[in-house]
């Protein structure tokens, strides 16, 4: 009910952008997230959006560099990725919940995940 897309790999300081598609249920009243993990972390909140009302929350360590948006037309939810660095490696979840939170243990739904490389 998640289809991921996008990623890949770039020099730091350059953009990328994931894709999360949704299909199968209605997702209108739901937070969509980006969460990233890297090896040997817990999984980390990078972002997220409130599929109607477009409030969106930011982690840290991506503030100011990545952006959230909805397409509710095409029903996906985009991470923009600008300024990135080498500790933005990590493979990329999108998830969803009706519940605000920057827990990955709230998330019901998640994409099968997606692989950033940032080399220096």
């Known amino acids: 009910q998640l289809v991921q897309s996008g990623g890949g790999s770039v020099q730091a300081g350059g953009s990328l952008r994931l894709s999360c598609t949704t299909s199968?249920?209605?997702?209108?009243?739901?937070?969509v997230a980006w969460f990233r993990q890297s090896s040997e972390k817990e999984r980390e909140f990078v972002a997220s959006?409130?599929?109607?009302?477009?409030?969106?929350l930011y982690g840290d360590a991506v503030k100011g560099r990545f952006t959230i948006s909805g397409d509710k037309g095409k029903n996906t939810v985009y991470l923009h990725m600008d300024s990135l660095k080498v500790e933005d490696t990590a493979v990329y979840y999108c998830?969803?919940?009706?519940?605000?939170?920057?827990?990955?243990?709230?998330?019901?739904?998640w994409g099968q995940g997606t692989q950033v490389t940032v080399s220096s």
């Open positions: 998830a969803a919940d009706p519940t605000k939170s920057t827990r990955a243990s709230t998330y019901d739904f």
């Open positions: 199968g249920r209605s997702f209108n009243t739901y937070f």
């Open positions: 959006i409130h599929w109607n009302f477009g409030v969106t």
